[in-house]
């Protein structure tokens, strides 16, 4: 079976505001700060399993620095530590079409700001974002964003 994918066709969003101005080579890391299993090894070397309800995570996406999502997440943080002092919390969705991926972050929140890089050349931004509820996967067919298409 022969398959593609585009890097333009990946969307990504943040308080339903859509990041635009990916970096090049890779532009977003998605990962859960925990393993899903918890491994207990007894003294005879019996193993047992738990699993791990900490589904905290991280992503971090990479902007180019003339993206305009630059702008948009500077002003989120710019209002909280300097304004209105309320913290921006939404969800991030990650999707691409060609199904490698879905990906959505409940109750995510702008955790760290990008360190900012000027030279001769085009620089990249990183923004690292962290998040209550860290749910992703490949999609199959069917899979819609909210996950309502699942079926195992």
Same mark, same amino acid.
């Given at each position: 079976?022969?398959?593609?994918?585009?890097?333009?066709?990946?969307?990504?969003?943040? /308080? %339903?505001?859509?990041? *635009?101005?990916?970096? !090049?080579?890779?532009?977003?890391?998605?990962?859960?700060?925990?393993?899903?299993?918890?491994? *207990? &090894? %007894?003294?005879?070397?019996?193993?047992?399993?738990?699993?791990?309800?900490?589904?905290?995570? =991280?992503?971090?996406?990479?902007?180019?620095? =003339?993206?305009?999502?630059?702008?948009?997440?500077?002003?989120?943080?710019?209002?909280?530590?300097?304004? *209105?002092?309320?913290?921006?919390?939404? /969800?991030?969705?990650?999707?691409?079409?060609? %199904?490698?991926?879905?990906?959505?972050?409940?109750?995510?929140?702008?955790?760290?700001?990008?360190? &900012?890089?000027?030279?001769?050349? /085009?620089?990249?931004?990183?923004?690292?974002?962290?998040?209550?509820?860290?749910?992703?996967?490949? *999609?199959?067919?069917?899979? =819609? !964003?909210?996950?309502? %298409?699942? =079926?195992?």
């Amino acid at each position: 079976m022969l398959n593609s994918y585009s890097p333009k066709n990946v969307n990504v969003s943040f /308080q %339903g505001i859509a990041v *635009t101005g990916f970096a !090049p080579d890779s532009f977003i890391r998605i990962s859960r700060n925990e393993d899903v299993l918890k491994e *207990t &090894v %007894g003294s005879a070397g019996n193993l047992a399993l738990t699993h791990n309800a900490d589904k905290t995570g =991280t992503i971090e996406i990479e902007l180019m620095q =003339t993206s305009e999502s630059n702008i948009a997440l500077s002003a989120l943080l710019f209002a909280f530590e300097f304004t *209105t002092g309320i913290i921006p919390v939404g /969800q991030i969705i990650v999707q691409d079409p060609s %199904g490698s991926n879905l990906t959505l972050a409940n109750n995510a929140y702008l955790k760290v700001a990008p360190e &900012v890089e000027l030279g001769a050349d /085009q620089n990249s931004r990183t923004w690292t974002f962290g998040c209550e509820e860290l749910v992703y996967t490949a *999609t199959p067919d069917g899979f =819609t !964003p909210d996950f309502s %298409g699942f =079926t195992l």
